[in-house]
């Protein structure tokens, strides 16, 4: 057997990656803990955006992430179907980018998701992108401004007071969205569709005066049965990454967010 280099080695390690993956042109090395570090941050989001594409080309598609900070690779995590576990991670987070893929959903893929967005807000991750197996992106940034009152405070209390603040954003992306989705439903029933949302995703960016009015009223059969129908009907025909991307093109810029999306199925 020839001699393994240090690089193939690092790279085997780490993530077992075909060598073919790794493009040593663009590659600085590979420090001593596994981060792999790029000559350029451009380099290093094309190689994520290749695993992450990857895992949805597979013929059991699945959620591959990439946590990136500049030029560098911090981890890459495998998921399943709908989900990565990042919570080995959380510590890596903040002011990183990530990366990810979303497997389609009947046939079609979601943008940016506000399941996405409250991972987002609550790591304090910088950039946030979701592509489909295509290698379009759909793409989140935080843009957040500071309140005059909290900038004039010290910063050790700053540092105390964004991350409440966050949790502020994060709640009003709870209730505007789903003040959207429940739009689909009959009028008499949005207000319970928007309270039962409210019950799924949960605290601390569920309101609770909203789910305890729901304890009040809740969906008759009837109107459950018309819950599951529609919601069945949405993720076959479309219809739910639509409502996800006008969700954020309306409350983006309110949520102190750029969004952007080249998705075909969105754009055209």
């Known amino acids: ?123 304090q991750i910088k950039k946030i992108v979701a592509f489909n197996e295509k290698g379009e992106h759909s793409t989140l940034i935080q843009n957040p401004q500071k309140s005059l009152f909290i900038r004039l405070l010290p910063k050790k209390w700053q540092k105390k007071l964004i991350p409440l603040e966050q949790i502020g954003m994060g709640s009003i992306a709870t209730s505007e969205y789903a003040k959207e989705y429940a739009k689909m439903f009959p009028k008499k029933m949005q207000k319970k569709v928007e309270q039962a949302l409210h019950t799924q995703i949960g605290t601390p960016y569920g309101s609770r005066s909203k789910i305890s009015e729901f304890e009040k009223s809740k969906l008759t059969i009837d109107e459950f049965n018309t819950l599951n129908t529609v919601e069945e009907q949405v993720k076959k025909d479309g219809t739910l990454a639509r409502i996800i991307h006008d969700f954020w093109g309306k409350v983006a810029k309110k949520l102190e967010c750029t969004y952007e999306t080249n998705f075909t199925d969105l754009t055209r």
């Open 1 to 123: 057997m020839g001699k393994t280099s240090i690089l193939e080695t690092g790279i085997s390690l780490l993530w077992k990656a075909p060598k073919g993956n790794i493009n040593p042109k663009t590659l600085g090395w590979v420090r001593p803990d596994g981060v792999i570090n790029f000559q350029t941050a451009s380099a290093a989001e094309n190689y994520a955006k290749n695993r992450c594409v990857s895992a949805l080309r597979t013929t059991k598609p699945f959620e591959r992430g990439v946590l990136l900070r500049d030029n560098q690779v911090i981890a890459e995590i495998n998921g399943d179907f709908t989900k990565i576990d990042m919570t080995p991670y959380s510590d890596k987070m903040i002011g990183a980018t990530f990366l990810h893929g979303h497997p389609k959903l009947n046939g079609h893929t979601l943008p940016v998701s506000l399941a996405d967005y409250l991972v987002m807000v609550s790591q």
